[in-house]
């Protein structure tokens, strides 16, 4: 089938340049259901997406698909990659300009560069080396000599004189057309083979684009590939498998076909890493499906894989996390090409970490998923399936092309400029990242609304972002002024501040946000008078990018601020990257005798634990029985009930907050940053036998690429103390760090004059009053915003609750301030309002010797 096909395409190809034409699809064609190759356009009408994988660019400018540039324009870089391919084109250029075609060596980024210009240079291939002409190292062997057209062959260049060559070259208009196969690159232009160029057949190649010596424009840039295998027979379902119940599926006239049924997967049995996925999909209006891809084997798509969303809407529907070619959840497309009811062509590719997809040839979706904080951490190999999510659906043409293992191009890799907005997401969906000494310091701010006629103003010097506001009356109303504006682009309630602000979950309060600000941001605070709201906020250095706020999304990063409340969604599902590819360590389950200490895991060498599991039901968080103790580099640097390690799941196994879950037990996301080798140890400090426990880590082990950043983070350190009615001191830390969190249980009875308290193992509203904060000391000076008769305030929300950061339950109160943590560069201390304190834990990030 394969050579008959590439010899029907060398015939189709060769006929169709001579005479001006190329056997491309028209866009959109669906084909013939005979595995003919499928085009995709490589431009989108109205936008450089996919373009943009370099250095930002400059000087471009597209409008109905016409791309145009000059000397001034940077050069392009796609993220699309090829073995075999044809590509076609129209172009034209000024006098003197010429267009450059880059096609790059992956992984090196070394490229055969093809000149598109008025003159003899058209047709001409050149080896450029990475990164650019002139450096220190030799040009690339390409594998091949790089052949001249015969004069037979050649296009002769224009003639005249420089007046009328002038003006031909502003008028003129050309066809092109590539085509490689195994080790020879060919260039047709307007129907004349102009050069050729070998390479070795195995070589995968980049694409770039740039102009130099004038005005030039492209259009109608469209690529083609062999359709690859086909992975259903359209027969039976040989090769597919499912949890579900396989019989919802089955083959009908060649197509797959579903019957809605039981909300599953059909999957392959064989794993993909790298490949082109193309398909049509016919489904039935209203249906909700998708394609998974790259997931583990009893792994789910959209938490542990990547599904690409399938969702028959109204053309109309605002564009979101959810649309049709979504990475479902985190990265919404650019925008549609679904036709409802009709057939619709679909290719999907991934290689490395380049996510790209197309429907009815235009594309639809590019996402370099290395630079997204939840996809990082992903799979690259498994396998591909379709979601019976209750609607009828029919699949057929279904064929992978696959291509060798690999990340792609390695400057794709490479570490993007430091985005402001960027830095605060991260935070929260990597705490790890609390870890490295970045510059960015914080601040909060508590201010009183006195009465409705005396608004309060509070002003925040950039540049920065306000990151957490919580409010005590609903009351509350805030004006946001950015930058010295005289108008607010902001002005709600305090507890609706989320429909309004970027915002990271639906909480009011606490209200989890990043309003950034270049030079200055007012609030103007009014609103009943009694009513409070606590400002939290971080200010970044000079190297960080930053936009101030315009609307709910500017500034960040595509989909990376809809990703953080899917996050937050599947950690009350007790979803956690239980599939990510990062390698574990886990105990056997063990029985511990009362006094008894016993080694849970150990990991030797270097690294960052990105989480702990408890192997236990949780019903062991409900007393200080069962002790966790972590020894890192040879010290102790926590040891303390695991209750206080796994606050908000005493007695509860889901937990809606982004720093616990539970999924086959307790789990924390709290990293370990070890040099030498880390300890997991559990004690039993009660007066019976625990039974049946174990625990399991993620762990991502040094290497060579990310040595020196796992070698230069801060040590987590947790200070536990004791119940206590002779101190008021909450914690004291020395050194150079972080506070990113505490954990504080409350006595378990009300003190009074007359000695009387509450039964043992209650609490009261009078204990739970009667803890503040009087103060927060860093470097020998109290912090502003931290002096406060309760903690309402300070955790979001009085009563009983579990979210987002903070949390309180029984006795137990949580704050994770993994927002705005507290640097500190000698020491930092935090006092009560009460000297009768029950046990607590502080965790913190410090540096070691």
């Given at each position: 089938m394969g050579a008959m096909w590439f010899m029907r395409l060398s015939v189709a190809f060769a006929l169709g340049c001579f005479v001006g034409t190329f056997p491309f699809l028209a866009a959109g064609d669906t084909g013939n259901g005979n595995g003919r190759p499928l085009e995709v356009c490589l431009l989108r009408p109205d936008s450089l997406a996919g373009w943009d994988h370099g250095d930002p660019p400059q000087g471009w400018t597209i409008a109905g698909g016409r791309l145009s540039g000059g000397p001034r324009s940077t050069p392009l870089l796609s993220g699309y990659s090829f073995g075999d391919f044809d590509l076609r084109l129209r172009w034209s250029v000024a006098l003197g300009a010429k267009w450059k075609l880059r096609f790059l060596r992956i992984p090196t980024g070394d490229s055969v560069d093809l000149t598109l210009s008025e003159g003899e240079d058209c047709g001409k291939f050149t080896d450029t080396p990475f990164p650019a002409p002139g450096s220190d190292s030799p040009p690339p062997s390409h594998?091949?000599?790089?052949?001249?057209?015969?004069?037979?062959?050649?296009?002769?260049?224009?003639?005249?004189?420089?007046?009328?060559?002038?003006?031909?070259?502003?008028?003129?208009?050309?066809?092109?057309?590539?085509?490689?196969?195994?080790?020879?690159?060919?260039?047709?232009?307007?129907?004349?083979?102009?050069?050729?160029?070998?390479?070795?057949?195995?070589?995968?190649?980049?694409?770039?684009?740039?102009?130099?010596?004038?005005?030039?424009?492209?259009?109608?840039?469209?690529?083609?590939?062999?359709?690859?295998?086909?992975?259903?027979?359209?027969?039976?379902?040989?090769?597919?498998?499912?949890?579900?119940?396989?019989?919802?599926?089955?083959?009908?006239?060649?197509?797959?076909?579903?019957?809605?049924?039981?909300?599953?997967?059909?999957?392959?049995?064989?794993?993909?890493?790298?490949?082109?996925?193309?398909?049509?999909?016919?489904?039935?209006?209203?249906?909700?499906?998708?394609?998974?891809?790259?997931?583990?084997?009893?792994?789910?798509?959209?938490?542990?894989?990547?599904?690409?969303?399938?969702?028959?809407?109204?053309?109309?529907?605002?564009?979101?996390?959810?649309?049709?070619?979504a990475i479902y959840g985190n990265v919404p497309p650019f925008d549609r090409a679904d036709r409802s009811g009709q057939w619709n062509r679909v290719v999907i590719k991934a290689d490395g970490w380049m996510i790209s997809a197309w429907v009815n040839g235009e594309l639809v979706q590019q996402s370099n998923t290395l630079d997204h904080p939840e996809l990082k951490h992903r799979n690259l190999k498994g396998w591909?399936?379709?979601?019976?999510?209750?609607?009828?659906?029919?699949?057929?043409?279904?064929?992978?092309?696959?291509?060798?293992?690999?990340?792609?191009?390695?400057?794709?890799?490479?570490?993007?400029?430091?985005?402001?907005?960027?830095?605060?997401?991260?935070?929260?969906?990597?705490?790890?990242s609390l870890s490295m000494a970045d510059g960015i310091t914080s601040g909060a701010i508590t201010q009183e609304i006195v009465a409705a006629d005396k608004?309060?103003?509070?002003?925040?010097?950039?540049?920065?972002?306000?990151?957490?506001?919580?409010?005590?009356?609903?009351?509350?109303?805030?004006?946001?002024?950015?930058?010295?504006?005289?108008?607010?682009?902001?002005?709600?309630?305090?507890?609706?501040?989320?429909?309004?602000?970027?915002?990271?979950?639906?909480?009011?309060?606490?209200?989890?946000?990043?309003?950034?600000?270049?030079?200055?941001?007012?609030?103007?605070?009014?609103?009943?008078?009694?009513?409070?709201?606590?400002?939290?906020?971080?200010?970044?250095?000079?190297?960080?990018?930053?936009?101030?706020?315009?609307?709910p999304d500017s500034g960040f990063p595509r989909g990376w601020l809809g990703s953080v409340s899917y996050r937050h969604g599947q950690g009350a599902w007790g979803i956690h990257r239980e599939f990510d590819p990062a390698p574990r360590a886990a105990s056997p389950k063990m029985d511990l005798d009362p006094g008894a200490t016993a080694d849970l895991i150990e990991i030797r060498g270097s690294g960052v634990v990105q989480w702990v599991k408890l192997q236990a039901d949780n019903k062991?968080?409900?007393?200080?029985?069962?002790?966790?103790?972590?020894?890192?580099?040879?010290?102790?640097?926590?040891?303390?009930?695991?209750?206080?390690?796994?606050?908000?799941?005493?007695?509860?196994?889901?937990?809606?907050?982004?720093?616990m879950t539970d999924r086959g037990g307790p789990t924390i996301r709290l990293a370990m940053p070890y040099r030498r080798g880390l300890k997991l140890q559990a004690a039993n400090h009660g007066r019976r036998a625990i039974h049946h426990f174990g625990a399991m880590v993620s762990y991502e082990p040094v290497t060579d690429e990310n040595r020196a950043e796992i070698l230069g983070r801060m040590q987590l350190r947790g200070i536990y103390q004791p119940p206590s009615r002779s101190t008021a001191e909450l914690f004291h830390q020395e050194g150079f760090g972080r506070w990113v969190g505490w954990i504080t249980e409350l006595p378990n009875r009300r003190p009074n004059a007359a000695?009387?308290?509450?039964?043992?193992?209650?609490?009261?509203?009078?204990?739970?009053?009667?803890?503040?904060?009087?103060?927060?000391?860093?470097?020998?000076?109290?912090?502003?915003?931290?002096?406060?008769?309760?903690?309402?305030?300070?955790?979001?929300?009085?009563?009983?609750?579990?979210?987002?950061?903070?949390?309180?339950h029984g006795?137990?109160?949580?704050?994770?301030?993994?927002?705005?943590?507290?640097?500190?560069?000698?020491?930092?201390?935090?006092?009560?309002?009460?000297?009768?304190?029950?046990?607590?834990?502080?965790?913190?990030?410090?540096?070691?010797?």
């Open positions: 594998g091949g000599p790089i052949r001249t057209p015969t004069a037979q062959e050649a296009v002769p260049p224009a003639q005249g004189p420089p007046a009328a060559r002038d003006a031909i070259a502003r008028a003129a208009s050309h066809s092109a057309a590539l085509h490689r196969r195994g080790e020879r690159l060919s260039i047709i232009v307007d129907g004349r083979l102009r050069g050729q160029v070998e390479l070795p057949p195995s070589l995968r190649l980049g694409l770039g684009l740039a102009v130099s010596g004038g005005q030039a424009e492209l259009s109608d840039f469209a690529a083609e590939e062999p359709p690859g295998r086909p992975i259903f027979n359209g027969r039976d379902l040989a090769g597919w498998w499912t949890p579900g119940d396989l019989r919802d599926w089955n083959a009908d006239g060649g197509d797959l076909v579903l019957t809605p049924h039981s909300g599953n997967y059909i999957r392959t049995e064989k794993l993909f890493g790298n490949f082109t996925l193309s398909l049509e999909y016919k489904a039935q209006k209203g249906c909700n499906s998708g394609v998974g891809i790259r997931t583990p084997r009893m792994g789910w798509p959209s938490a542990d894989g990547m599904e690409l969303q399938i969702w028959d809407t109204p053309l109309s529907s605002p564009i979101d996390m959810h649309s049709a070619m591909i399936g379709f979601q019976d999510h209750g609607s009828w659906i029919r699949y057929r043409e279904i064929r992978v092309l696959e291509a060798p293992d690999g990340a792609g191009l390695a400057v794709w890799s490479r570490p993007k400029p430091l985005r402001a907005t960027a830095a605060v997401i991260d935070r929260i969906m990597n705490p790890e608004p309060a103003r509070v002003s925040l010097a950039g540049p920065g972002a306000l990151v957490r506001v919580t409010q005590s009356g609903p009351q509350a109303r805030l004006a946001f002024y950015f930058d010295g504006e005289p108008k607010p682009r902001i002005e709600c309630k305090a507890s609706e501040l989320a429909r309004h602000a970027p915002s990271m979950t639906d909480d009011p309060s606490p209200c989890l946000t990043c309003l950034t600000y270049k030079r200055r941001l007012d609030v103007v605070l009014g609103g009943t008078g009694g009513s409070e709201c606590r400002l939290d906020y971080v200010n970044f250095p000079p190297q960080y990018q930053l936009e101030s706020f315009t609307a062991l968080l409900l007393n200080n029985d069962l002790w966790l103790e972590a020894i890192v580099d040879g010290t102790t640097t926590v040891s303390a009930p695991a209750r206080f390690w796994f606050p908000a799941l005493a007695g509860q196994e889901k937990a809606d907050n982004f720093v000695g009387g308290g509450l039964p043992a193992g209650t609490v009261g509203d009078a204990v739970i009053d009667s803890l503040g904060i009087e103060s927060l000391h860093v470097d020998g000076n109290a912090a502003p915003g931290w002096n406060m008769p309760n903690l309402d305030l300070l955790l979001g929300r009085s009563g009983d609750f579990r979210s987002c950061l903070s949390g309180r006795r137990l109160l949580w704050q994770y301030l993994w927002l705005a943590p507290v640097e500190f560069q000698q020491t930092i201390v935090l006092r009560t309002t009460t000297s009768d304190l029950g046990g607590r834990l502080a965790w913190f990030y410090v540096r070691t010797p």
